[in-house]
T-cell receptor, first 113, second 114 residues
């Protein structure tokens, strides 16, 4: 158990809908990351937040957004969903923004039908 | 561009045999390197990491990896594989120019035959 908690574990939704994935980082970690794992793209970095502020951005679609709240939990919002958004979405956390170890949650499986 | 290459998509080894999974990276600065393992339907578990110092690093579950700067490699090894090691293994390099960003290889699927 990495200490990173993600909900829901599985989600099935229709095209055009919007979903929210939730993540609680390890106790004491200030950085939260979101990654997408798909068969065609592999593991891709989406975004990093540090202590409530966006810190780094990867290939995150404009239809996707994230935020980190004062209690350090984070949410990833996916809107106008398309079939191609079906993937495993990982949240990860680390202590800060230095050369830290990054610990991953078990992921949220999103299926868009 | 920074990248990680895992040349082997699949590897099959017999239980009890030794294992080496290859990883090559392309990165101009000092690399921070990781190996993660993903069992079917599971999340990513950290096996080991290299930040600096001794180039041979020990990890969990009996795994070790050796950093070779001259070869831009960070290969993962295990002297004797167990059936429970069957999983997908990912090598990653941490980019730190702008925040923290892990760049992953495509992964190597390990099959263990009895």
């Amino acid at each position: 158990d990495s200490g990173v908690t993600q909900t829901p574990k599985h989600l099935i939704t229709a095209t055009g809908q919007r979903v929210t994935l939730r993540c609680s980082p390890r106790s004491g970690d200030l950085s939260v990351y979101w990654y997408q794992q798909s068969l065609d793209q592999g593991l891709q970095f989406l975004i990093q937040y540090y202590n409530g502020e966006e810190r780094a951005k990867g290939n995150i679609l404009e239809r996707f957004s994230a935020q980190q709240f004062p209690d350090l939990h984070s949410e990833l919002n996916l809107s106008s969903l398309e079939l191609g958004d079906s993937a495993l979405y990982f949240c990860a956390s680390s202590v800060g923004t230095g050369a830290d170890t990054i610990y991953f949650g078990e992921g949220s499986w999103l299926t868009v039908v | 561009a920074q990248s990680v290459t895992q040349p082997d998509i699949h590897i099959t080894v017999s239980e009890g045999a030794s294992l080496e999974l290859r990883c090559n990276y392309s990165y101009g600065a000092t690399p921070y390197l990781f190996w993660y393992v993903q069992s079917p339907g599971q999340g990513l578990q950290l096996l080991l990491k290299y930040f600096s110092g001794d180039t041979l690093v020990q990890g969990i579950k009996g795994f070790e990896a050796e950093f070779k700067r001259s070869q831009s490699s960070f290969n993962l090894r295990k002297p004797s594989v167990h059936w429970s090691d069957a999983a997908e293994y990912f090598c990653a390099v941490l980019l730190r120019e702008y925040g923290n960003k892990l760049v992953f290889g495509a992964g190597t699927i390990l099959r263990v035959k009895s």
